[in-house]
C-alpha cells in the first residue's frame, strides 16, 4: 500500500513579522544574559531564523538590543496611556503607578530594563536610547498628570525604587529592614 503524506508547506513570515518573532526572542535573552552576555545565534535558533539573517534584519548585536530597548520602554509608555486615558492629576498619577507594579510582575520586562540601564552605564548609543524612552515617559507623565517636575521626579524615584524591590524580591525576603522598606515605598501616594 502506498500512502503519499501531503505536506503543508511552511507559512512564509514577511521580515516585519520576523522582525517581531526576533525582538521577542531577542528581549528574552538580552533580559537573561545582558547585552554582552546574549547570543546572537541563540537569538536566531529560538527565532527560527538563521544568525546571517538575523543580521539581515538588524545589521549588529548593538542594534538588536537598542531595538529591543525601545521596544521595552515603548511598551511601558504604551501601558502608561492605556492606565490613563480619561485621567488626569493625581488620579492619572495613581493609575500610572499601579500599572506599573503590574509590569513589574514580570520578571522578563524588568530584568530587561534592568540590562538595558547596566548596558547604557558603558555604551553611548544604547544610552542614548534608555535617555530618550525614559525622557518619553517622563513627558508623558508630566503632562497627563499636571504635576510638576519635582512631583513627578518623586513618581519616577519611587519607581526605581520599585525596580530595586523588585530585582531583590524584597516583597518575599523575610527580613525586617526589607518589609520596612516595602511598606514605607507603597506607603508613598503619588
Not at 503590574?102 to 547604557?120: I, V
Request: charged share 20%.
Amino acid at each position: 500500500m502506498n500512502t503519499h503524506y501531503h505536506m503543508v508547506p511552511p507559512v512564509r513570515q514577511t521580515a516585519d513579522a520576523r522582525r517581531i518573532t526576533v525582538l521577542a526572542a531577542a528581549r528574552s535573552h538580552f533580559a537573561n544574559h545582558g547585552y554582552h552576555g546574549a547570543s546572537t545565534d541563540a537569538i536566531a535558533r529560538d527565532a527560527g531564523i538563521s544568525q546571517p539573517y538575523l543580521f539581515r534584519l538588524f545589521g549588529t548585536k548593538k542594534e538588536l538590543f537598542i531595538a529591543t530597548a525601545r521596544g521595552c520602554m515603548g511598551e511601558t509608555l504604551a501601558a502608561f496611556r492605556e492606565a490613563a486615558d480619561g485621567l488626569t492629576g493625581p488620579d492619572a498619577l495613581a493609575a500610572i503607578g499601579a500599572r506599573y507594579g503590574q509590569l513589574l510582575e514580570d520578571r522578563e520586562m524588568l530584568n530587561a530594563q534592568m540590562q538595558m540601564y547596566a548596558a547604557a552605564c558603558t555604551d553611548p548609543d544604547i544610552r542614548q536610547t534608555a535617555r530618550d524612552g525614559y525622557g518619553a515617559l517622563f513627558t508623558y507623565v508630566e503632562r497627563v498628570s499636571g504635576a510638576s517636575a519635582d512631583q513627578v521626579t518623586a513618581f519616577f524615584a519611587q519607581g526605581m525604587l520599585l525596580n530595586v524591590i523588585a530585582a531583590l524580591e524584597l516583597e518575599s525576603a523575610g527580613e525586617k529592614w526589607a518589609a520596612r522598606m516595602v511598606d514605607g515605598c507603597l506607603a508613598i501616594k503619588p
